[in-house]
C-alpha cells in the first residue's frame, strides 16, 4: 500500500517566525499579520495547496536570551509581538473546509477548566479540526509576564503538565456521557441531567470540582 504524505505548515502569530527579518521584504504580506484577512488567505492558499494542517506555535513573554532583553527580538519583528493562537483559529475555519488547525497551549500557566472549555468550543466551531500542541513554556520573560519570580524548574514543569492534561482530559471525556445532549423541542429537554458527572479533581497543582 503506497504511503500517503501529509502536508504540515508551521506558523507563529507574528512578523517572523523562522525566516527573521524576511517580513521587510517588499513582496512580504507578514506586516498585515494582525489583520484577519491576511490569515484568511493564508488558511485559503494552504487548502488550495492540499495542505492537511497549520500548526501555530506559541510562546509567553519575548525572547530575552540576547543580551538579556527583548529589544532585539522587538526591533527585528524575530518571533514578537506575538498574537494569540486560539483566536486566529474560527476565521480560518470560516473560510475552509478540509485544513486542519493545531494550536499551541501551554500546560504550566494554563487552568484545566477554562482551557478545557476554550478547546471544546473551538473544536464545536472547527467541525473536529483542531489539534492541541502541548508545550511547558521556556522564557523567563513568560513566567515574569505570568507573575512568577522567574521559570519554574524543568522537571516540576513537566509534572504539572501531566496533572494538567489528566484534569482536561477528565472533563472531556467524563464529565459528559453519550446521550447527555438530548435536544428534545418536544419534551423540552436539552440535556439529562443524570448523565452529566460532576469532576472532583484534587492533585498537587491544580483543585476544581
Known sequence: MPKEIRLNALE???????????????????VDYTKLSYWTQYARLLERG????????????????????????LRNG??????????LLTGMAAVTENLCFTMTGSATYERPYSFAR???????????????????????SG????????????????DMADEFCEGVYRLWEESWADGALVKDKEARVYAEPSL??????????????
Open 12 to 30: 507563529q502569530g507574528n512578523p517572523s517566525f523562522q525566516a527573521f527579518g524576511l517580513w521587510a521584504h517588499p513582496r512580504d504580506r507578514a
Open 50 to 73: 492540499l495542505f492537511d494542517n497549520l500548526f501555530i506555535a506559541d510562546v509567553y513573554g519575548f525572547p530575552d536570551a540576547y543580551e538579556g532583553s527583548a529589544a532585539g527580538a
Open 78 to 87: 524575530s518571533q514578537a509581538p506575538s498574537l494569540d493562537p486560539a483566536s
Open 118 to 140: 476554550r478547546i471544546s468550543t473551538l473544536d464545536h466551531m472547527l467541525d473536529g479540526r483542531l489539534g492541541w500542541n502541548i508545550v511547558t513554556s521556556y522564557l523567563q
Open 143 to 158: 513566567a515574569r509576564a505570568m507573575g512568577l519570580d522567574g521559570l519554574i524548574a524543568h522537571d516540576t514543569r513537566y
Open 196 to 209: 452529566i458527572r460532576e469532576i472532583d479533581f484534587q492533585g498537587e497543582f491544580h483543585r476544581f470540582r
